[in-house]
C-alpha cells in the first residue's frame, strides 16, 4: 500500500496511503563520479565552473557546453536567471545528465520573464514602466499574462487590455495593456512598493530541449530542484515528438504561471518521453495543461509512449487539464501504455473565489483534472490510484476512446466548484476492461432540476468493467443521481433509492457500503483523512501489490489509510509486558501516560508515565500464561484524550502462539 507524501510543496504533510519514498534517480551514482559543474549569479563563464567558488554565471554559457554522460550542472539556490535553459546533451541508461541545485536557500530560479521597473503614474493609478518590453501577447500560441508577486509571497495573474490613450478601460487592479514596447500596470499605489515585483513574460519556453528530428533526440536527463516561472508558452518543452524518445525525470520543482489561463498552447510541463517520472513537483497555475502528454505527430504513425509515472505532485489552480492531459490525433496508431497516476493532489478549490471563466482568455475555462483520450489510438494498461482529487471545475477524471485495461484504485474525488456542471465526477467512455475498487466519490452539487450533471460515475458508449465493487458513493444533495449508465441497468441516473434494485441489477458493488456520508476529518479545511467511525474504514478490498500493508481488518476506500491517534504495541516477556507506541496527534505539553491493566476487570492497577520521547514502558510483576488487558491513556488533566487497547498473555519461554491480540478500537 502507497504511502502519499506530499512534499516540501505541501508543508511535508502526509497525504496518503501510505508508500514510496522518491526513488533515487537513475545514474545518480555514477553521476556523481563524474565532472560537476556551478553556476552562480556572480560567478565568471570563464573560469572552470568546476567548483563553487570557480562557477559560471550565465546560462547562455553553459547552452554552449557539451556535457557527458553522469555529468551533473547545479545552480545556486537564492539565485535567479531570466534566460532559456537549452539542453542539448544526453546521458545514457546507467549515466543520466542532471540539472539541478546547490548551497542553501530557495530553489534557482530560472524565469521566462523580465521585471518591469521604473514606474511613472501616467493616469490616475496607471503607472507605466521605464523597463523596454516586447509584447507578452506575441501571437495566438505564445501569449504571456503579467504576473504580480504579491508581498506575502503569492503571484496574483494580471488581466490584458486593449491598449487605449485614455486608459479608460483600465479600471481593475492588476489590468494591464501595452503600446510602443511600453508596459502599463493599474495599481493603487506605485508597483515598485505595492508588489514586490511585476513579471512580463519575454520567452517561449524556460527549459527547451532541441526539435527531433532536426537534432538528435534527447535522452536520459534529470530536472531537479528548480524554480520554473513565467513563461509564454511552456515551463519544460522536450521539444516536438516527431521520433520515439526516453529517459526523462523532472522531479522536486516548482514549475508555475505559464501563458494566459485557457491559452491554446500553455504547458507547465510538454514531455512524451518514454521511461519518464514526474515526481514531487508542485506544478500550477499552467494555461492550458499542468503536464501535456500529447502525441499529435503524423511523421511516427508508429509512435510509442510507455513507461511513464506520475506521482506525488501537487497540482493546482488549472484552466484547461489542471494535471496530466494524455491524448493523440484520431487515427495516427500511436500507443500509449503503463502509464501511472498515482499518489497525486489535484486541488482547485482555489479558484472557488471567483468565477470559473473570469479572466479567461478562452471561451471557456474549465479544468478537468485529470484527461486521458486515445482518439482510436492504441491506449492500454493505465493505473490511476491514491489520488485525492478535489474542486474540480469540470470533470476530475475523464477517460474515453477505445481504451483498455484501466486500474483505478484507492482515489479520494470530492467535490466541484458550484458553478461546475459536469456529467459526473468521473467519466468513462468507450473504455473497456476496467477495474474500479476502493474509490471513495463524494459530491457536493445541488440538484437544480434536471439531473443532467453532477453524478458520483457516469459510463458511456461501450464502456465494461471487469470489477467495480468496494466503492463508496456519497451526494449531499440526495436528488443528485449516484451513478448512470448510456446503455448499462438503471440508465442514466441511479438514486439512492434505487440503489440496492441497481446493485442487484447491474451486478455491481456487491461489496461496497451503502451510499452515505464518509465522515472526512475537516475537507473544507484540505483535511480527507478518514474520522474515526467512518464508513470507509475497513471496507476495501485486498488488490496484491497496491495495498499489502494495509491497518486494520481491512483496507480502507479512499486514499489515505486511516491512521489512529493512538496505537500502543506490546511484546510478552517473563512476567512482564513491554509496551510501546505510536502518536499521530499533538498532546498537551501537561499531557501524562496511564497504563490501566488486568486479568480481571474488578482489579485494574494502574501506571504513570510522563510523556517522554521514549513512548515505552515496562509492566512487571505479572502472572505468566494470564491474558492481561492494557489499556494506555493519554490523560490531559482528568479526560482521556486518546487511548489504545491489546491483549498480552506474559510468557517464561520462547513459543509460537498468539500472545498478543490487538483491539481494534478505531
Same mark, same amino acid.
Given at each position: 500500500m502507497l504511502v502519499l507524501v506530499l512534499l516540501s510543496a505541501l508543508g511535508g504533510s502526509e497525504l496518503g496511503r501510505p508508500v514510496t519514498a522518491i526513488p533515487a534517480l537513475a545514474g545518480l551514482d555514477a553521476a556523481r563520479a563524474a565532472t560537476i559543474y556551478y553556476v552562480s549569479n556572480d560567478g565568471d563563464d570563464d573560469d572552470s565552473g568546476m567548483t563553487p567558488g570557480t562557477a559560471w554565471q550565465t546560462i547562455e554559457h553553459v547552452n554552449g557546453q557539451t556535457f557527458e554522460p553522469g555529468d551533473?550542472?547545479?545552480f545556486r539556490?537564492?539565485?535567479?536567471?531570466?534566460?532559456?535553459?537549452?539542453?542539448?546533451?544526453?546521458?545514457?541508461?546507467?549515466?543520466?545528465?542532471?540539472?539541478?541545485?546547490y548551497g542553501e536557500g530557495g530553489k534557482p530560479r530560472l524565469l521566462g520573464s523580465e521585471q518591469a521597473v521604473g514606474w511613472t503614474e501616467v493616469a490616475p493609478n496607471v503607472w507605466r514602466s521605464s523597463t523596454s518590453l516586447n509584447d507578452p501577447y506575441l501571437d495566438y500560441d505564445s501569449n504571456g499574462e503579467v504576473?504580480?508577486?504579491?508581498?506575502?509571497?503569492?503571484?496574483?495573474?494580471?488581466?490584458?487590455?486593449?491598449?487605449?490613450?485614455s486608459f479608460s478601460n483600465m479600471i481593475e487592479e492588476y489590468d494591464w495593456s501595452w503600446n510602443a514596447n511600453t508596459i502599463y500596470v493599474r495599481a493603487p499605489s506605485n508597483p515598485a512598493s505595492r508588489y514586490a515585483a511585476v513579471e512580463v513574460p519575454q520567452r517561449d519556453s524556460v527549459v527547451r530541449f532541441p526539435e527531433a528530428p532536426y537534432h538528435d533526440p534527447v535522452e536520459y536527463v534529470t530536472i531537479d530542484n528548480l524554480e520554473i516561472m513565467y513563461a509564454m508558452r511552456h515551463g519544460i518543452y522536450p521539444g516536438y515528438n516527431e521520433v520515439e524518445v526516453e529517459g526523462l525525470r523532472i522531479t522536486n520543482n516548482h514549475i508555475g504561471f505559464i501563458g494566459v489561463k485557457g491559452g491554446r498552447s500553455a504547458y507547465c510541463i510538454a514531455a512524451w518521453h518514454s521511461d519518464m517520472l514526474i515526481q514531487g513537483n508542485r506544478i500550477h497555475d499552467c494555461g492550458r495543461r499542468g503536464v501535456s502528454l500529447n502525441t499529435y505527430t503524423t511523421n511516427t504513425p508508429d509512435l510509442t509512449v510507455s513507461d511513464v509515472t506520475i506521482d506525488s505532485n501537487h497540482f493546482y489552480n488549472g484552466f484547461h487539464t489542471t494535471s496530466v492531459d494524455v491524448s493523440s490525433l484520431p487515427g495516427l496508431g500511436h500507443t500509449v501504455t503503463n502509464f501511472t497516476f498515482s499518489n497525486n493532489l489535484v486541488d482547485d478549490t482555489g479558484r472557488w473565489g471567483s468565477g470559473i471563466h473570469d479572466g479567461c482568455f478562452a471561451s471557456s475555462c474549465t479544468s478537468n483534472s485529470l484527461y486521458v483520450q486515445s482518439n482510436g489510438n492504441h491506449y492500454f494498461d493505465f493505473y490511476i490510484y491514491n489520488n485525492v482529487i478535489v474542486g474540480s471545475t469540470s470533470r476530475a477524471i475523464l477517460l474515453r476512446g477505445d481504451m483498455d485495461a484501466f486500474h483505478i484504485y484507492h482515489n479520494t474525488i470530492y467535490s466541484s466548484h458550484p458553478d461546475a456542471q459536469p456529467y459526473g465526477l468521473m467519466i468513462l467512455k468507450d473504455v473497456t476492461n476496467v477495474d474500479m475498487r476502493n474509490n471513495l466519490f463524494h459530491g457536493t452539487l445541488l440538484d437544480i432540476g434536471n439531473n443532467n450533471y453532477g453524478r458520483c460515475v457516469l459510463d458511456e458508449g461501450a464502456t465494461s468493467f471487469s470489477d467495480r465493487d468496494y466503492n463508496l458513493y456519497h451526494q449531499e444533495d440526495l436528488g443528485q443521481p449516484l451513478?448512470?449508465?448510456?446503455?448499462? @441497468?438503471?440508465?442514466w441516473n441511479v438514486f439512492i433509492d434505487d440503489w440496492d434494485w441497481w446493485r442487484a441489477g447491474s451486478g455491481f458493488e456487491s461489496h461496497s457500503p451503502n451510499p452515505q456520508d464518509p465522515l472526512l476529518v475537516y475537507p473544507e479545511d484540505g483535511d480527507f483523512n478518514l474520522q474515526l467511525g467512518s464508513p470507509a474504514i475497513?471496507?476495501?478490498?485486498?488488490?496484491?501489490? @497496491?495495498?499489502?500493508?494495509?491497518?486494520?481488518?481491512?483496507?480502507?476506500?479512499?486514499?489515505?489509510?486511516?491512521?489512529?491517534?493512538?496505537?500502543?504495541?506490546?511484546?510478552?516477556?517473563?512476567?512482564?509486558?513491554?509496551?510501546?507506541?505510536?502518536?499521530?496527534?499533538?498532546?498537551p505539553a501537561t499531557a501524562i501516560w496511564r497504563i490501566d491493566y488486568y486479568t480481571q476487570p474488578t482489579n485494574i492497577?494502574?501506571?504513570?508515565?510522563?510523556l517522554s520521547t521514549t513512548r515505552s514502558h515496562t509492566l512487571t510483576g505479572l502472572t505468566n500464561y494470564e491474558w492481561y488487558t492494557v489499556t494506555l491513556h493519554a490523560m490531559?488533566?482528568?479526560?482521556?484524550?486518546?487511548?489504545?487497547?491489546?491483549?498480552?498473555?506474559?510468557?517464561?519461554?520462547?513459543?509460537?502462539?498468539?500472545?498478543?491480540?490487538?483491539?481494534?478500537?478505531?
Open positions: 551533473s550542472i547545479l539556490r537564492g539565485d535567479t536567471w531570466r534566460e532559456t535553459l537549452r539542453i542539448s546533451s544526453s546521458g545514457t541508461p546507467s549515466s543520466w545528465i542532471t540539472f539541478g541545485a504576473y504580480f508577486e504579491e508581498w506575502d509571497g503569492t503571484t496574483s495573474w494580471g488581466d490584458q487590455q486593449a491598449y487605449r490613450d451513478t448512470g449508465s448510456e446503455h448499462g @441497468f438503471g440508465g475497513d471496507a476495501g478490498a485486498l488488490i496484491p501489490g @497496491f495495498n499489502d500493508d494495509y491497518r486494520g481488518l481491512a483496507p480502507d476506500l479512499g486514499a489515505l489509510e486511516f491512521t489512529p491517534s493512538l496505537m500502543l504495541h506490546a511484546a510478552p516477556a517473563d512476567q512482564a509486558i513491554r509496551l510501546r507506541w505510536d502518536v499521530n496527534a499533538t498532546l492497577l494502574t501506571a504513570t508515565e510522563p490531559a488533566g482528568p479526560t482521556s484524550a486518546m487511548s489504545d487497547t491489546v491483549h498480552v498473555m506474559p510468557t517464561d519461554i520462547a513459543v509460537y502462539l498468539p500472545l498478543i491480540e490487538h483491539r481494534d478500537t478505531r
